[in-house]
């Protein structure tokens, strides 16, 4: 089993849509959670932390599920610039990050 | 821009040959962690140095070494490159070992 899976893609949605990505993660003993994004050929980047106590951004929402190793993002009015490659990652105390294999996000007009 | 610089950032090499790839960390960064990054995949973690010593190392054979220097710029070595090296190599700095990371533009390699 991966340490971080994360939901098949492409995800091809329209302009204005909500579209929600999950990832599971194996390691129980993972203490930090982010979500990065990763446009082609570039490095990825910190899109967002996650928190047990859910966080907002804009229109990005994040939420952690500890007991259940479950991590989601979600993104509402997607816009054009919002397609990406958005990469589930998970860390643990004293190693360097883990990623999903990322998902990737095409929104269309 | 994270401040994190890698060098070269394309480079082809021939199965066989050895190839050095150079990070300098953001300032004041003293961690840097290498990650192979192949088509279509997540980053790979490769390994990781804290304040010039290996702080921990991914499923990576031992022809992968690097090293950090005293002002904490690393170099990541591969010898005996095979087809399969043939990826993106990212470079990541933080503050400390449990602080978020910023990635450098990445060197892409390919191995022909």
């Known amino acids: 089993r991966k340490e971080v899976e994360q939901d098949p893609g492409p995800f091809n949605v329209p302009e204005g849509a909500t579209v929600a990505f999950n990832c599971t993660y194996s390691?129980?003993?993972?203490?930090?959670f982010f979500w990065y994004r990763q446009d082609c050929r570039k490095e990825p980047k910190l899109l967002m932390s996650?928190?047990?106590s859910g966080n907002e951004d804009g229109r990005f929402t994040a939420q952690l599920n500890r007991a259940s190793q479950y991590i989601s993002l979600l993104i509402r009015d997607s816009k054009l610039s919002d397609s990406a490659t958005y990469l589930c990652?998970?860390?643990?105390?004293?190693?360097?990050?883990?990623f999903g294999k990322g998902t990737t996000l095409s929104v269309s007009s | 821009e994270t401040g994190v610089t890698q060098s070269p950032t394309h480079l082809i090499k021939t199965r066989g040959q050895q190839v050095t790839l150079r990070c300098s960390s953001q300032?004041?960064?003293?961690?840097v962690s290498w990650y192979q990054q192949a088509l279509g995949q997540g980053p790979q973690f490769i390994f990781q140095?804290?304040?010039?010593?290996?702080?921990g190392r991914g499923n990576f054979p031992p022809r992968f070494s690097g090293l950090q220097f005293p002002n904490y710029s690393s170099e990541l070595n591969v010898n005996a490159l095979e087809l399969d090296d043939s990826a993106l190599y990212l470079c990541?700095?933080?503050?400390?070992?449990?602080?978020?990371?910023?990635f450098g533009q990445g060197t892409r390699l390919t191995v022909v």
């Open positions: 990541a700095s933080s503050p400390e070992i449990s602080e978020e990371a910023f």
């Open positions: 390691n129980s003993a993972s203490q930090s």
């Open positions: 996650v928190y047990s």
């Open positions: 990652v998970v860390h643990q105390a004293g190693t360097a990050l883990i």
């Open positions: 300032s004041g960064h003293n961690t």
């Open positions: 140095y804290y304040r010039e010593e290996e702080n």
